[in-house]
């Protein structure tokens, strides 16, 4: 009976064991699986991980790009707006001390500004022109003669040294080739005797070549800048300004007011320096001479002559034994370039000859002669 007993126990223990170990052997079987569950979703969530980590660099990329496009625009636009803006009392107090009024020992006849550190001063040649006295009034109120050491006609433009040291500094020139229609300009000078005016406008247009009327005098002035801010007689001389107190041109002239108003004039600050600095080195400037009388294309002219376009100016003259003639140009023959630049009128070639070129310097002009293109070559004469 015990050993009955004993085997039953036997059996239900190896039955117990049996269970208990297909239970165990299932157990591993889901642990297993649960494992490569939880490693497929770990590998799951790393590429998740990793896609969203390139995603975010990407955005912060394209991000950082926009912010800096949009700092560019910003600076640009900052740009444009100092560049469109004139702070003028500003500019007034930092320019003003650099500026002049010239006199004839008894009224004020024109303006002027320290062109340099030797302290020489501009002016227009039509200011001091015939002056048995001239007498510059500094902006302290103080009082030099002076004396011209040179002046151009041609470019309307004066150099005077005084006898007394000026404490004041010259007033920076900037370079007009980069003068844009439409940027503000300021004018400082004396008209009417009412010194240190000053005045503001836009500029109206480049490369100007108009002639101008002086005491029932005419002269043609090349290399102008038309401006609107207001001048009247006195602020001869004085200082065009760009919007950083640069002087990008001298105030040489206005339009008659019985024919209009708000059209002024101002020799390029380029110009002003080449004829200054040779004024003051030699006592004279040689103006660059072609010896030909030109005049602009008029649609008749296009017509009659079978052209594409009015740009490009009309040989009317030859002056004899000069280098046109010598260089075969004859009349009636087309200016359309000289040096690779394209002529469109009068002014286009006036403005390069008198910033860019000098006396016995070659020049290659390309003209149309009877529909034909072609090229010629010529050393300039002095006019």
């Known amino acids: 009976m015990f050993n009955k007993l004993i085997i039953g126990i036997l059996v ?13 052997f299932n157990l591993v079987e889901e642990i297993d699986a649960l494992s490569q569950q939880l490693i497929v ?29 949009l700092d560019d625009e910003l600076g640009s636009v900052t ?3 100092e560049q469109s803006v004139i702070n003028a009392g500003k500019l007034y107090e930092e320019v003003s001390k650099g500026i002049v009024r010239i006199s004839d020992g008894e009224k004020v006849v024109g303006s002027g500004f320290v062109f340099d550190a030797d302290g020489y001063v501009v002016t227009p040649q039509h200011v001091v022109e015939g002056q048995a006295q001239i007498d510059v009034i500094l902006p302290d109120g103080s009082i030099s003669a002076a004396t011209i050491i040179g002046s151009c006609e041609h470019s309307d433009i004066a150099v005077l040294t005084l006898e007394h040291e000026l404490a004041v500094e010259a007033i920076a020139l900037a370079d007009s080739t980069t003068v844009r229609v439409g940027e503000p300009v300021v004018v400082i000078g004396s ?3 009412l010194p240190g005016t000053i005045t503001s406008g836009i500029v109206s247009q480049t490369h ?3 002639e101008v ?8 002035v090349a290399n102008l800048i038309q401006f609107d801010a207001a001048v009247n007689f006195g602020n001869s001389g004085g200082p065009l300004l760009n919007s950083k107190g640069e002087v990008i041109g001298m105030v040489v002239a206005r339009v008659d007011p019985k024919l209009g108003d708000g059209v002024y004039y101002a020799v390029s600050s380029n110009k002003v ?9 030699r006592g004279f400037f040689d103006y660059p001479w072609l010896g030909i009388e030109i005049v602009n294309l008029t649609p008749e002219t296009v017509r009659t002559r079978n052209l594409e376009t009015v740009n490009g100016v009309l040989v009317k003259k030859i002056t004899a034994d000069s280098p046109a003639e010598a260089a075969g140009i004859k009349a009636n023959d087309v200016m359309v370039a000289i040096d690779g630049r394209t002529v469109r009128q009068v002014a286009d070639l006036t403005w390069y000859l008198g910033e860019y070129k000098s006396p016995d310097e070659a020049v290659a002009l390309a003209l149309i002669r009877d529909g034909a293109k072609l090229e010629l070559s010529l050393k300039l004469g002095k006019w």
Do not use: C, H, M
């Open 208 to 210: 100007r070549f108009v």
């Open 273 to 281: 320096k080449r004829v200054a600095l040779s004024l003051i080195d």
């Open 213 to 220: 009327e002086y005491d029932l005098k005419t002269r043609w």
């Open 79 to 81: 740009t444009g707006l």
């Open 41 to 69: 979703s770990q590998e799951q969530q790393a590429a998740q991980i990793s896609t969203l980590s390139d995603e975010l660099a990407t955005f912060r990329g394209e991000t950082i790009a926009r912010i800096d496009a």
């Open 12 to 24: 239900f223990l190896l039955v117990l064991i049996g269970i208990l170990g297909a239970y165990a």
């Open 191 to 193: 008209p009417l005797d």
